[in-house]
Nanobody, 124 residues
Framework: QAQLVESGGGLVQAGGSLRLSCAASGWTFSRNFMGWFRQAPGKEREFVTRISKTGGVINYADSVKGRFTISRDNAKNTVYLQMNSLEPEDTAVYYC?????????????????WGQGTQVTVSS
């Protein structure tokens, strides 16, 4: 059974950094695009970033470009999200996701597997 488990969330002051991790199990991790989404209170879940199976294709939402970095270690079945220069607007539950399709879009509907989420809170 496919499973994604996020960790690394927490409370940080504006301008600070956090590193999220997502450990995958139950399938061949290296075959899939992996991504991060986030959902703030009262808002819909939104795309943050995605990375192809070899890391050759990486995309970011405009709101995080230049501040966040996604990476993956296929040997460890883990994907990471390094978040720098955090802003209060980054406060949300962050979800790790995996896609079965060979080239998933940025819409939530295109992703098949989800973690339980990890809370990131940025204080001003």
């Amino acid at each position: 059974q496919a499973q994604l488990v996020e960790s690394g969330g927490g409370l940080v002051q504006a301008g600070g950094s956090l590193r999220l991790s997502c450990a995958a199990s139950g399938w061949t991790f290296s075959r899939n695009f992996m991504g991060w989404f986030r959902q703030a209170p009262g808002k819909e879940r939104e795309f943050v970033t995605r990375i192809s199976k070899t890391g050759g294709v990486i995309n970011y939402a405009d709101s995080v470009k230049g501040r966040f970095t996604i990476s993956r270690d296929n040997a460890k079945n883990t994907v990471y999200l390094q978040m720098n220069s955090l802003e209060p607007e980054d406060t949300a539950v962050y979800y790790c996701a995996a896609a079965s399709s060979p080239y998933p879009g940025t819409a939530v509907a295109g992703w098949n597997y989800w973690g339980q989420g990890t809370q990131v809170t940025v204080s001003s």
